[in-house]
C-alpha cells in the first residue's frame, strides 16, 4: 500500500500576502482548481532554503490564514471570505489560526465559524477555545496550536541536555484523553534547539511540524506599535491596533545569535521567533523520511 502523499501548508497573515497569493496562482495556473507545485510555492516564499524540505512532487494541500500571536490580527470578514474562495479556486483546505482567547476572540470566531466551509480546520492556541468549537460549532475541525505544546524552545540552550528536563505533555495519558474529548486528532509543533527526529513521535495523533521559522515567545506588549504613542501610553496594553507589526520586522543583525544554539532571532508584534538551522531542516527530513510528520507548514516571520 502506498504511503499518503506529506501535506503540505502555506501560512499567511497579512491580507496583502492573500492577495499576492492569489495573483501569484493566477499567473502560474492554466486552470481554476489548480493547487500551487512546489516551484510555485518557492517562487512566491523567495526562500530557496525551503527547497530542502519539500519533496520533488510537493503540490500545497492547506492554506493557513490568521495569526495564532495576536487577538488583533483576527481577519475581518471580508480577508476571511477571500481565503476562502482563493481555498476552493484551488482545492485547497481551509485553516483558520487563532490566538489564546479573551471575550473578544471567542466572540470573533462566532461571527467567523460560519463564514468557514464545513471540514475547515480551526488552530485552537487555548482550551476554551476548542470546547467553543466542540459545543458551537461541530462542523468544524479544531488543531492543537504550538502553544499548547509545552517545550523548550530557547536559542539559548547550550546544549542538547537541557531539552530532557520539560518532556513532552503529548506523551501523558491525561493529556491524549483530554484532547480526545475536544475532538483533537491532530498537533502542531516547532522544531526546538538540539532536536532528534523522536521529538515529532506522538502516537495516535497527526503530527504538524511548521518552518522555517519556530516561536519563542509572546506577550501582550507590541513594542512596534508603542514607536509613535505618547511616553505615557508607551509600551502598555489596551492601546489601539493599526496593524504597525505587518509593515515592520525587527531582526538580530547577522553573526549577532547569542551563544548556545546560536539561531538567529526575529520579533514582530508581540511575538519573537527563531529561523531554523541546517541541522534543524535535516532532522525535519528525517522525520517525515520516518512518517512522524504528515504535514509541512511553511511561514513568513
Known amino acids: ?7 503540505i501548508g502555506l501560512s499567511i497573515v497579512d491580507p ?8 501569484h496562482v493566477a499567473n502560474a495556473a492554466n486552470s481554476v482548481n489548480t493547487a500551487p507545485t512546489r516551484v510555485a510555492l518557492l517562487d512566491f516564499l523567495g526562500d530557496p532554503e525551503l527547497g530542502e524540505l519539500l519533496p520533488a512532487d510537493a503540490r500545497l494541500s492547506h492554506l493557513y490564514f490568521g495569526s495564532e500571536y495576536c487577538e488583533h490580527l483576527f481577519p475581518d470578514d471580508a480577508a476571511l471570505t477571500a481565503a476562502v474562495r482563493l481555498a476552493e479556486r484551488c482545492s485547497l483546505r481551509l485553516v483558520l489560526a487563532t490566538p489564546i482567547a479573551c471575550d473578544a476572540v471567542v466572540a470573533r470566531l462566532a461571527e467567523a465559524a460560519p463564514l468557514l466551509p464545513a ?26 496550536g504550538r502553544q499548547l505544546s509545552k517545550m523548550i524552545k530557547d536559542p539559548r540552550l547550550p546544549g542538547a541536555q537541557w531539552m530532557k528536563v520539560y518532556p513532552s ?21 516547532d522544531v526546538p534547539p538540539f532536536a532528534t527526529p523522536e521529538v515529532f513521535a506522538v502516537d ?22 508603542s514607536l509613535r504613542q505618547p511616553l505615557a501610553e508607551k509600551f502598555a496594553p489596551g492601546r489601539p491596533c493599526r496593524h504597525e507589526c505587518l509593515g515592520l520586522l525587527e531582526a538580530e543583525p547577522e553573526g549577532g ?8 532571532t526575529y520579533s514582530r508584534g508581540t511575538t519573537m521567533f527563531y529561523r531554523h538551522d541546517a541541522a534543524m531542516r535535516a532532522v525535519v527530513r528525517a522525520a517525515v523520511d520516518r512518517r512522524l510528520v504528515s504535514r509541512l507548514v511553511l511561514s513568513e516571520v
Do not use: F
Open 1 to 7: 500500500m502506498n504511503a499518503m502523499p506529506l501535506e
Open 16 to 23: 496583502r500576502r492573500l492577495a499576492a497569493l492569489a495573483g
Open 119 to 144: 471540514g475547515s480546520e480551526v488552530v485552537v492556541n487555548d482550551w476554551g477555545m476548542a470546547a467553543w468549537l466542540r459545543a458551537h460549532a461541530p462542523q468544524l475541525t479544531p488543531v492543537a
Open 169 to 189: 505533555n503529548y506523551a501523558a495519558a491525561g493529556h491524549a484523553a483530554l484532547l480526545g474529548r475536544l475532538g483533537i486528532a491532530r498537533v502542531e509543533l
Open 204 to 225: 495516535g495523533l497527526g503530527v504538524t511540524v511548521w518552518a522555517p521559522y519556530a516561536y519563542i515567545a509572546k506577550g501582550r506588549i507590541c513594542k512596534v506599535g
Open 257 to 264: 545569535a547569542p551563544r548556545g544554539a546560536g539561531l538567529r
